[in-house]
């Protein structure tokens, strides 16, 4: 279904989406970023957190790094603020991007296993339908936040997939 290069260009636009969104949180306060607003995350510092800690938690099943330490119903919380998120945000897009440079696209024909934290039972799938739902998940999360950066009456930059930076 998808390849190598599929996952490339992925964690490329993934990085440059999120330093699109760190570009615009330097233009805010704390005290704007914390705000109470209408999401299950609760600010927008609470839905960046949420989506550096799913990104984490996908990482940890697919490379070699750790899962998040907070579990799930403490993702909004994983970063005390957005300098310390941002910080996290890198390594975690640099070790998204170093996964898939170093991928074969036969890696993802094999089956992963994994305890799923939403539907509370294992899981075994085909690691691309899993790196599809990630990447996804991530595009969607941004655009929850994007629209709350909208309403905030924020500028946003280009979402559009051929605007990627090349490697």
């Not at 300098?83 to 440079?101: K, Q, Y």
Request: charged share 20%; with cysteine; aromatic share 10%.
């Amino acid at each position: 279904m998808i390849d190598r290069a599929y996952c490339r260009m992925m964690a490329r636009y993934n990085a440059w989406q999120n330093k699109a969104l760190w570009d615009v949180f330097q233009t805010m306060t704390d005290a704007e970023l914390s705000a109470k607003i209408v999401s299950p995350h609760g600010s927008v510092l609470g839905a960046v957190n949420h989506l550096l800690w799913l990104d984490r938690m996908w990482l940890s099943r697919l490379y070699a790094i750790k899962p998040p330490a907070k579990d799930l119903s403490e993702s909004t919380t994983l970063t005390p603020d957005i300098r310390a998120w941002w910080l996290d945000r890198f390594r975690t897009d640099g070790a998204l991007r170093m996964w898939a440079d170093t991928l074969n696209s036969v890696d993802l024909l094999e089956q992963i296993a994994f305890w799923s934290i939403s539907l509370e039972q294992d899981i075994i799938l085909q690691k691309d339908a899993c790196v599809m739902h990630m990447f996804n998940q991530q595009t969607d999360q941004r655009a929850v936040i994007r629209t709350h950066l909208a309403a905030m009456g924020h500028a946003l930059p280009s979402v559009n997939l051929f605007e990627t930076p090349p490697a």
